[in-house]
C-alpha cells in the first residue's frame, strides 16, 4: 500500500499514539475528536483535526476508528456526521475499538452494500504498545480487505493475524479479554500474599514473570501495582463494557464463564468506589480491601 491519506476518529490514549506512528511514517492524517484541545500535540506533528467525522472521512482512503463503547462506535459509522456520509466508494474503514461482533457484522454489510471494505480490527498491548507501536491486532473481515490493509496495520502493531470474516475479529478480542480478566486477580492477590509474607516484590517478580507464571499483565502492570502507580494505560470503565459484552456473547453460545463473572464483580465495586477511570491495575485495590 502505498501512503495513503488517513482519517482517524478517537484520539484518546492508545489512538493518539497510533497517529504519532502513521505520521512518522509519512500519512496525512485526518483527526476528528471531541475536544480539539487534546489533540493539539498531534495536531502540531502535522494531523489536521476535523469538526466531525463526515469531514475527516471527506478525502480519506483508509479511515481507523477507535471510540470507547458500541454506541460511539454506531454514531461514528452510522450518525448523522459520521463516516457513512462521506466515505466513497472504494474507502477502507477499520474499526480498531473493542466492541460488539454483531455491530461489526452490521457495518461490514452496511459497507460493502456502498462498495466499501469495513474490517474490525481490535487491539491489544495496552498504552505501552501503542507507544512502542507492538500491538497485537486480530483483524475480521474480508481476506482481500485485510491483505489490502496489513502494510498500515504493521506501522503500529507487530503481531497482526486474520482471524476470519467480519466479527472474527472482535470475538477473538473477548478471548483475550476472558484471559486478562481472571490472570489480574490472580497477578494482584500474588503481590498482595508476597508482601504480606515480607518477600521484596520487585525481586518476586524478577523470579515469577520468568517462569509458568509469566504474563503480560504481570510483567507490565503488577510494577505499576507495586508502585501505587493506578493510571490508566487501559479504563476500568472500558474494561468493563469489553466483559459485558463477552458475558453478553458468552449467554447467546450458552456458555457459562464463573471465572469472568467474578472478575466483573469485582471490578463493578471498584467502579462503584469511583475507581472507573484508574487502569486495571487498579484491582489491587479491592485485594487490599
Known sequence: MTKKNVAFIGTGVMGASIVHHLLQAGYAVHIFTRTASKAQTLIEEGAVWHKTAADATKNAEVVFTMV?????????????????????????VIDLTTSQPTLAKKIATFAAERHIDALDAPVSGGDVGAKNGTLSIMVGGKKEAFERALSIFEVFGQ???YQGLAGAGQHTKMCNQIAIATNMIGVAESLVYGKRAGLDLDTVLQSISAGAAGSWSLSNL????????????????????????????????????????????????????????KGTQAIIKYCKS
Open 159 to 161: 503481531n497482526v493475524v
Open 222 to 277: 503488577a510494577p505499576r501495582m507495586i508502585k501505587g502507580d493506578l493510571e490508566p494505560g487501559f479504563y476500568i470503565k472500558h474494561f468493563l463494557k469489553d466483559m459485558r459484552i463477552a458475558l453478553e456473547e458468552a449467554e447467546q453460545m450458552d456458555l457459562q464463564l464463573p471465572g469472568l463473572q467474578l472478575a466483573k464483580k469485582m471490578y463493578d465495586e471498584l467502579a462503584e468506589q469511583g475507581l472507573q477511570e
Open 68 to 92: 470507547g463503547d458500541p454506541i460511539d462506535v454506531e454514531e461514528v459509522y452510522f450518525g448523522d456526521a459520521g463516516i457513512f456520509k462521506t466515505a466513497k466508494e472504494g474507502t477502507l
